[in-house]
């Protein structure tokens, strides 16, 4: 037995970063600060994804943490372009006033 | 039981980790915002570095760090968002309702992490050379060179839908849509 940090430290800070992203989605309306809180979330999930490949002792999950990461990079420019958009169109990144498709 | 430096930096970068995290969904100015997340970002870069995935730590610094987090720093000021990110018409409730799914989550996810059967309790650090770019390298070019060069081909259609969307007038339905409301 020993005094290191071990996986489940790992988990539990990553399940903490987690959710603190998924309070930024659920209280925040601004769609930028909306989309910071998603970057938290995929960012917990790469942690968790790398301590497990450290745990594992398998670079797998190093892999994937990569391709997540180019995801969300090209995830980003496309999302911020719509923000743009909508910000031409409304004059707002509001996300109440974006609720045109609702009908 | 005697605290490792690795522990030690486990706690700091925790701390600092949680604590940004909470600062970048608090802060009303969207610049603030973006600072926040980039600290939260080389916190995560340390951990990186601390289960010895070294080269990932670098790509975290420059594309999330580097690239991204410039991206939405550019979007905030061409916006000028400075003068109505602060008019932000989050209620109370809404606020009520979101900390306590999110803290419902987090204990839903706290016992599943209990629960895990651990095989074994070692910790886990930087022991292995798995993680330096030479190692990534050759597992990326070998077995999963497929799904890298899928990668390149996502990319570039992100490219090309970020330059169709973003450019002035290029969709039809854009001007319809500004037209229909004056």
């Not at chain 2, 603030?32 to 916190?43: G, M, Q």
């Not at chain 2, 204990?107 to 022991?127: K, L, P």
Request: charged fraction near 10%.
């Amino acid at each position: 037995m020993n005094s290191g940090i071990s996986l489940e430290h790992y988990l539990a800070l990553g399940a903490v970063l987690f959710c603190i992203g998924i309070a930024g989605v659920l209280t925040r309306r601004n769609a930028i600060i909306l989309f910071m809180s998603v970057e938290l979330m995929l960012n917990s999930v790469n942690l968790t994804l790398v301590a497990f490949s450290s745990y594992l002792g398998n670079a797998t999950g190093q892999i994937l943490a990569f391709f997540v990461i180019a995801v969300a990079a090209a995830e980003v420019g496309v999302g911020l372009a719509i923000i743009i958009t909508v910000f031409r169109n409304r004059h707002s990144i509001n996300i109440d006033d974006v609720n045109i498709m609702k009908g | 039981m005697e605290l490792q430096p690795t522990s030690i930096a486990f706690m700091i970068l925790a701390l600092v980790a949680i604590f940004s995290a909470l600062m970048v969904i608090t802060r009303a100015n969207p610049v603030a915002s973006v600072l926040w997340l980039v600290l939260n970002f080389f916190a995560l870069a340390g951990f990186y570095v601390l289960l010895g995935a070294h080269f990932l730590a670098a790509v975290q610094i420059i594309v999330y760090a580097g690239a991204i987090m410039v991206l939405f720093l550019f979007v905030v000021m061409m916006l000028n968002l400075n003068r109505i990110g602060t008019l932000e018409r989050s209620t109370l409730v809404l606020r009520t309702i979101g900390a306590l799914v999110a803290g419902l989550l987090l204990i839903i996810v706290a016992y599943a992490v209990r629960s895990i059967q651990m095989t074994s309790n070692v910790s886990i650090g930087a022991m292995t050379s798995m993680g330096t770019a030479k190692e990534i390298g050759l597992s990326l070019f070998n077995r999963w060179m497929f799904p890298f060069e899928i990668i390149g081909v996502m990319l570039l259609a992100a490219v090309v839908g970020v330059v169709a969307l973003a450019k002035r007038d290029s969709i039809p339905f854009t001007r319809r849509t500004t037209g229909a409301e004056q």
